[in-house]
């Protein structure tokens, strides 16, 4: 269903003011192609907010622990943190050549599943945390979930291309970044902090991150029936039997997804 967006976005929408997002968009009457891509848009956000919250966790807990609860020095906390993003463009790499051989929806949950993994290496369950197992949790977080986020942002793009968005592609991304972005980095750095004032290791703010992890997965779960597969590029939904692929535009292609035949 979204296995292609063109290549270059048409002159003519960038438009300014940029329009803002209509009502309209949301009423099934005047567009009944949302609502079918409405349940793809709900996971990816839940899959990118799950991201950001990861990563505000990083700039607010990763340094108190190292410096403080593991006894690192300023240079040997900078460089823990590079290694993890290290380990996040690691991960981007190896998601490359995994497209073509599984699903997206299947690759993403297993990002999610080995987010839960790392997270859970980065508690210290038995009162002791030592310093090889906060940053094997740190970095199987990281290697898993920047390719996550990757792929909640092509699958958010195919979904509003193919629902007819009008011409209000840049406002829909904007609206995206805003609803995943703004709360994980204004609330969740308080939340946190306030949580490390009750327990240095973090083990409190970890669990939370656990229990958002659970219920992000729960919700692809439950979406398991629209998100789209890497080989076919439709929507995987025998039961509902809505299936609509519109015309594919010429030299359109997207990332490592092949554009789907014209119907006949």
Known sequence: EWSYTPSEFPREK????????????????????????????????????????????????????????????????????????????????????????????????LCILFAILGMLLCVPWFGQLSPWQYALGCYTCAFALFPASSMASEVFARSVYAAGAEGRDVSWMQAYWAVTTIPSHVIVPIVLSYLLQFDRSASLCYLGLLIFSALTATVFMHYRRTMTTAHLGEEDDADEGTSVIPAAPQQSSYGSFPRPAQPT
């Open 14 to 109: 960038l438009q300014l003011p940029l329009p803002n997002l209509p009502l309209s968009s949301f009423n099934p009457r005047s567009n009944p192609r949302f609502l079918l891509h409405l349940t793809p848009i709900i996971a990816c956000v839940a899959m990118e907010l799950l991201f950001q919250t990861w990563l505000a966790s990083v700039e607010t807990i990763v340094a108190p622990i190292t410096g403080i609860y593991l006894g690192f020095t300023i240079d040997a906390t900078a460089v823990f943190m590079m290694g993890i993003f290290s380990a996040g463009v690691v991960g981007m790499a190896v998601l490359q050549p995994m497209k073509s051989h599984f699903s997206t929806r299947s690759l993403m949950i």
